[in-house]
Nanobody, 123 residues
Framework: QVQLVESGGGLVQAGGSLRLSCAASGLTFRSYTMGWFRQAPGKEREFVAGTSWMGGSPYYVDSVKGRFTISRDNAKNTVSLQMNSLKPEDTAVYYC????????????????WGQGTQVTVSS
C-alpha cells in the first residue's frame, strides 16, 4: 500500500519561509518522479515543482522559480519543498505526488497522492 504523508505546513507572514516534507512508503521511491502541487480555494490544482527519477534538474512553475527548491533523498524516501519569500498568493493546500513518468507537470501523470498540508501566507 502506497502512502505519501506531507508535513510542515502552517501560517507564515509574507516574506517568510516554510519547508514541506513528504515521506513515502510502499513504493520503490527511487523509481518515481516526485512532484508538489497546490490547490487554492476555488482554483484548479496547480503543478509547483518536480524531480524526476531519471535525474536531471528539478523543474518549477514560473511563479515559484527562484523562491522554491525541491529536493529528494532516495535513501530516506523523502521529498522536500523549501519555500522562501512566500507571498499571499502562495496560500493553498500543498500535495505531494508520485508518478512513473519522467519530468511530469500534469496531475494526470501522477499515480499516488498525499492528503495535503495547508500553507497560509498572511499579508
Amino acid at each position: 500500500q502506497v502512502q505519501l504523508v506531507e508535513s510542515g505546513g502552517g501560517l507564515v507572514q509574507a516574506g517568510g519561509s516554510l519547508r514541506l516534507s513528504c515521506a513515502a512508503s510502499g513504493l520503490t521511491f527511487r523509481s518515481y518522479t516526485m512532484g508538489w502541487f497546490r490547490q487554492a480555494p476555488g482554483k484548479e490544482r496547480e503543478f509547483v515543482a518536480g524531480t524526476s527519477w531519471m535525474g536531471g534538474s528539478p523543474y518549477y512553475v514560473d511563479s515559484v522559480k527562484g523562491r522554491f527548491t525541491i529536493s529528494r533523498d532516495n535513501a530516506k524516501n523523502t521529498v522536500s519543498l523549501q519555500m522562501n519569500s512566500l507571498k499571499p498568493e502562495d496560500t493553498a493546500v500543498y500535495y505531494c505526488a508520485a508518478g512513473k513518468l519522467p519530468n511530469s507537470d500534469s496531475a494526470e501523470r501522477y499515480d499516488y497522492w498525499g492528503q495535503g498540508t495547508q500553507v497560509t501566507v498572511s499579508s
